[in-house]
């Protein structure tokens, strides 16, 4: 991609809030729509796609099998599973021409209850397992760090159904080790916290949590204290949804019994904060290859070097889908600076002055160096 063709949507002075928000504003990832309300920037929309697919990914290694739920859930379902007077003040109610009330989903528990439900399943079709991912919208009371804790948000949420508690207990241990995994893809070193399972009333809970800047709770961790920023949460909720809602299957015993559930959450857009918050360092943004939007940005510091134009044309379509090439009409001055906020693991700048005894600049992960032309191949594959 050459960035004449990639609306990169920089700014300069920014000052909307923390200094992570402020980092990904600048950086053309993020922009503020209203309180707690973004949009996604080409920039930051390929990352969120990026880390999409790898938690899509692994939830299907996990087993469960992708749907999609609207964002917008009758009131009338939230009134069977109680949590219409439960949810509070979170909730956002929106009304059609008819006055029909609906919630715009903070979780979607209920709907997909009633999808099991209408097809009405036999003890046989079990497990059946679901995973969705969806904007999601809680009237947080404190919007913070940006997407961190934003309004609106994306999020990854799994739902399971058995037949008894063991059932449900043993995928559910299957699903803490496939979640480490999944964070470990994202090269996330994250800590897994018993929690507590408190209004939902359900089984087990354990929370996936990395020690962060923007972390809103300390924890003891180690011996030490940490700010904890909770990633991703996964219950056992046992059948205080199926059992109001009316989820049951006749057992072998012939007895009428509530499915037993299970909930899977991980935010995917509050993700893309923690990443450039977890791969930053004195402004500059290195992330990990599997989510980086481009793995290189590439600068021809030598516009009128016609070496240095033809070398720079053969890198960037050696490296064609995963390279942007900053070819603005802009100083070289400027150029570095964008390139510290795009987030690519790899920099490469070709000077003059070097490419003259065969070298360019790359900067990996932060660290500079010069090398020969014809090491670039080894270097990135090693990345
Ligand atoms: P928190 O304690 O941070 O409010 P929660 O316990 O309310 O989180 P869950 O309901 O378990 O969160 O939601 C699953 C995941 O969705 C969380 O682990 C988090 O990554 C993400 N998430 C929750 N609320 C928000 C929000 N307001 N903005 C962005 N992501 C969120
Ligand atoms: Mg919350």
């Not at 949590?83 to 715009?104: C, M, P, S, W």
């Not at 481009?294 to 600068?299: A, D, G, N, T, V």
Request: charged share 25%.
């Amino acid at each position: 991609m050459k960035s004449s063709n990639f609306f990169l949507a920089l700014r300069r002075d920014v000052n909307e809030g923390s200094m992570l928000t402020n980092l990904m504003i600048k950086g053309g990832t993020i922009q503020k729509l209203a309180s707690g309300i973004y949009s996604w920037l080409p920039l930051g929309y390929a990352m969120l796609s990026k880390i999409e697919k790898i938690v899509s990914d692994s939830f299907e290694e996990m087993g469960f099998n992708r749907m999609c739920i609207p964002t917008l859930h009758p009131s009338a379902l939230w009134k069977k599973s109680g949590r219409y007077e439960a949810y509070g003040q979170e909730t956002l109610r929106v009304y059609d021409r008819k006055n029909n009330e609906f919630i715009y989903g903070p979780s979607a528990e209920e709907p997909c209850v009633e999808m099991v439900k209408q097809a009405n399943i036999k003890s046989s079709d079990l497990p059946i397992n679901l995973f969705n991912i969806q904007w999601k919208f809680r009237d947080e009371l404190r919007p913070r760090f940006g997407v961190i804790r934003g309004r609106e948000f994306l999020m990854c949420d799994g739902y399971s159904f058995h037949e008894t508690i063991d059932q449900s207990s043993d995928f559910y241990d299957q699903v803490l080790l496939g979640y480490k995994k999944m964070f470990q893809k994202m090269n996330l070193d994250v800590i897994v916290q018993e929690a507590q399972t408190g209004e939902i009333g359900g089984v087990k809970s354990h929370e996936f949590i990395i020690n962060s800047e923007t972390g809103e709770e300390e924890i003891e961790h180690n011996g030490t204290r940490i700010k904890a920023l909770e990633l991703g949460h996964i219950f056992l909720l046992g059948d205080h949804y199926s059992k109001p809602m009316g989820l049951s299957i006749t057992n072998r015993d012939n007895k009428n019994i509530p499915l037993i559930m299970g909930c899977y959450g991980v935010g995917i857009s509050r993700l893309v904060a923690a990443l450039i918050e977890q791969n930053h360092q004195d402004g500059v943004i290195s992330l990990p290859k599997q989510v980086a939007p481009f793995q290189i940005m590439l600068i021809n510091a030598g516009d009128s070097c016609d070496l240095c134009i033809k070398t720079t044309n053969k890198i960037y379509n050696k490296y064609l889908d995963i390279t942007l090439l900053d070819d603005r009409q802009i100083s070289i001055g400027e150029k570095l600076a964008t390139s510290d906020l795009i987030g690519s693991p790899i920099r490469i700048v070709v000077w003059p002055k070097e490419l003259n005894s065969g070298q360019i600049e790359i900067r990996v992960n932060n660290k500079k160096q010069f090398i020969d032309v014809d090491n670039l191949d080894n270097i990135i594959k090693a990345l």
